[in-house]
C-alpha cells in the first residue's frame, strides 16, 4: 500500500502510546484519520489536536462497540483502507494459576477479541470496495518467547500472530488488495503497564493508583523506544507490504533462539 494520501485510516487504542503516535503519524501523511480509544478526555485531546479526524469511543472488547465504529468511519469517510488494531491492556503480574477469570478475561477481551471484532468489522467492507488496503495488528515480542509472570498477556499476542497468519493467507486467496502486518514491538513508551486505570467494573473496575508491584517494569518500558519510532517502522511496514515486524532489530536473535530451539525440540527457557 504505497499510496496513503486521501485515503482512511482507523486506530483503536487512539488516545495514547503507539496509537497516538499512528494517528499523528498518518495525519501527516494527508489520510483521514478515525480515532478509537475507551479513555473518553484523553480521546477527546487526541482528536482537537488533530484537525478533521473523527473520535469514536469504543471499547474494543465489545464487539457492537467496534461494530459501532465501523459504521461511524463508513458514515464520515467512506471506505476504510487502513485499519490498525493497536488496542491492548497488559494486567498484573503473577503466575498463571494464580491469575483471576476476570484478568484473564480482560486481556483477552481487549488484546485478542479486540483484534477479532476489528478484523471482522472491517475486512468485509475492504473486500467491497476492492482498493488497496492493509490491516496492522498489534502483537509484541512476547506473542513468540515464554513470558513468565504474565501468561495472559503473553497467551493473547501468541493468538494474535496466530490470528494475523491465518487472516494474511485468507486475504491472498482472494487476491492481492489487502496487505497484513503484525506488530512485535520489545519495549515501547507507553502507559500499558497501567492500562487498569481503565478496567471495567465487570472486570474487577479502574485502578486508581499504579501498582507499585509493577514499579520495575514501569521502569523498562519507560527507557523503551519512542511511540513514535514505532509509528515509523510501521508506516514502512505499511508500504512494503511487510508481515512480521520485528520494531527492535536487537530482538531479531531473540526470536531466531526461540525458533531454534523449537525446531531443536528443546523447552522453554529465559531469553534475557
Given amino acids: 500500500m504505497l499510496e496513503l494520501t486521501g485515503k482512511t485510516a482507523v486506530v483503536t487504542g487512539a488516545a495514547g502510546g503507539i496509537g497516538l503516535a ?3 503519524r498518518f495525519a501527516r501523511e494527508g489520510m483521514n484519520v478515525v480515532l478509537a480509544d475507551v479513555e473518553g478526555p484523553a480521546l477527546d485531546a487526541a482528536a482537537a489536536e488533530i484537525g478533521g479526524s473523527l473520535a469514536v469511543r469504543c471499547d474494543v472488547s465489545r464487539e457492537s462497540d467496534v461494530e459501532a465504529l465501523a459504521a461511524r468511519a463508513r458514515e464520515r469517510f467512506g471506505a ?10 497488559s494486567g498484573s503480574i503473577g503466575p498463571a494459576w494464580k491469575t483471576t477469570r476476570d484478568e484473564w478475561a480482560w486481556i483477552l477481551g481487549v488484546n485478542l477479541w479486540g483484534v477479532i471484532h476489528g478484523i471482522r468489522a472491517f475486512v468485509p467492507g475492504m473486500l467491497e470496495h476492492g ?3 492493509h490491516i496492522v495488528n498489534m502483537a509484541s515480542l512476547a506473542g513468540f518467547i515464554p513470558l513468565p509472570g504474565a501468561a495472559p498477556y503473553g497467551v493473547s499476542k501468541r493468538a494474535v500472530i496466530a ?3 491465518a487472516v494474511a493467507l485468507e486475504l491472498k486467496a482472494k487476491g492481492d488488495r489487502i496487505g497484513v502486518s503484525v506488530l512485535c514491538p ?3 513508551a507507553t502507559g500499558i503497564v497501567d492500562a487498569a486505570r481503565n478496567r471495567p467494573e465487570e472486570y474487577g473496575g479502574p485502578v486508581a493508583e499504579p501498582d507499585p508491584a509493577l514499579a520495575g517494569i514501569r521502569e523498562v518500558i519507560a527507557a523503551g523506544m519512542s511511540p513514535e519510532e514505532v509509528a515509523e517502522r510501521t508506516v514502512a511496514a505499511v508500504r512494503e507490504r511487510k508481515f512480521y515486524v520485528l520494531t527492535h532489530e536487537e530482538t531479531e ?5 526461540y525458533a531454534g530451539d523449537l525446531t531443536g525440540r528443546r523447552g522453554p527457557r529465559s531469553y534475557f
Avoid at 476504510?80 to 491492556?89: E, K, Q, S, T
Fill in 163 to 165: 490470528l494475523s497468519e
Fill in 186 to 188: 520489545a519495549a515501547v
Fill in 22 to 24: 499512528l494517528a499523528r
Fill in 131 to 133: 482498493a488497496e488496503a
Fill in 253 to 257: 536473535a531473540v526470536v531466531d533462539a
Fill in 80 to 89: 476504510v483502507h487502513l485499519l490498525c488494531n493497536n488496542a491492548g491492556v
